[in-house]
C-alpha cells in the first residue's frame, strides 16, 4: 500500500540520523515560534517564507538518506543554492498561502454568530448550544484547509527541482494530490488516528493524576 511504503520511508530516514532529524525539526519549530512572537507582523512572516522552510526540511531529509550529517545550517546552505527566481517564486507561493488562510479565516468567521466570536476571543468552556456551530465551523475550515494543503504540498519542490512558476506549481501540486487522493486519505485517516490516542493517553494519563493527588 502507497500509505505503508511512505511511512516506512519516513521511519528509514529518521533512523538514518534520529538526532540530527529531531534537532533540526525542534529548531525548525523554535525559529518559527519565536518569530510568530513579534507582535502583528510575526505570524504573516512565518507563512510567507514557510514554503522555503519546509523546501529545506526536503532537502535535508535528501541529505539523512544519503547518510550525510545534517544542521540546521544546511537548510541556509541550500536556499542559498536556489537561483533569485526561484527564491522570488517561494516567496510568492508564501504570499498566496497567507493570503488563502485569510480567505479559509473570513469564510470562517461568517458561519458563525457573535456569541461563538465571543466565545472564541475568551477562555471559558462553551456552551452546549454552541456545539453544533463551532462543529460546523471546523467541518467548514477542515474542508477548505484541505483544498489549501493539495495546492501547496508539492508546491516548494516542484518550484525549485522542476524550476516552475509559483502559478504552475500550485496546479501541478493539486493534480498530483488528487491523481492520489486514496493514498492521501488514507494518510490523513492514520495521522488522525494517532492523534486520537494520544490526546485519549494524555487524557488518561491527567486523570490518574487527578485520582492519586486527589484535585
Not at 520511508?9 to 523554535?30: D, H, K, M, N, V
Not at 544542521?71 to 522570488?88: A, E, N, T
Not at 510568492?92 to 458561519?111: Q, T
Not at 462553551?126 to 484541505?146: K, Q, R
Amino acid at each position: 500500500f502507497p500509505v505503508t511504503i511512505m511511512f516506512v520511508e519516513a521511519w528509514a530516514t529518521y533512523r538514518e540520523q534520529p538526532s540530527g532529524i529531531a534537532l533540526c525539526i525542534l529548531g525548525y519549530l523554535a525559529f518559527t515560534m519565536l518569530l510568530s512572537c513579534i507582535p502583528a507582523i510575526g505570524v504573516p512572516i512565518v507563512l510567507v517564507i514557510s514554503p522555503a522552510l519546509n523546501f529545506g526540511l526536503m532537502e535535508l531529509s535528501k541529505l539523512a538518506q544519503a547518510r550525510q550529517k545534517i544542521g540546521l545550517h544546511d537548510i541556509i546552505k541550500r536556499l542559498q543554492g536556489c537561483s533569485r527566481q526561484q527564491i522570488i517564486h517561494l516567496l510568492l507561493l508564501g504570499a498566496v498561502y497567507l493570503a488563502a488562510l485569510g480567505v479559509v479565516s473570513v469564510v470562517c468567521y461568517l458561519v458563525v454568530s457573535p456569541e461563538t466570536l465571543a466565545w472564541l476571543q475568551s477562555n471559558e468552556m462553551p456552551d452546549e448550544s454552541l456545539f453544533p456551530e463551532i462543529t460546523e465551523a471546523l467541518i467548514v475550515f477542515g474542508a477548505l484547509y484541505t483544498v489549501v494543503m493539495l495546492l501547496f504540498w508539492y508546491a516548494p519542490p516542484l518550484v525549485v527541482w522542476q524550476n516552475t512558476t509559483a502559478t504552475q506549481a500550485l496546479f501541478f501540486s493539486f493534480v498530483a494530490c488528487w491523481r492520489n487522493r486514496w493514498a492521501f486519505t488514507m494518510y490523513s485517516l492514520v495521522w488522525s488516528a494517532g492523534a486520537a490516542l494520544a490526546l485519549v493517553l494524555v487524557s488518561m494519563i491527567g486523570i490518574s493524576i487527578s485520582i492519586v493527588t486527589g484535585k
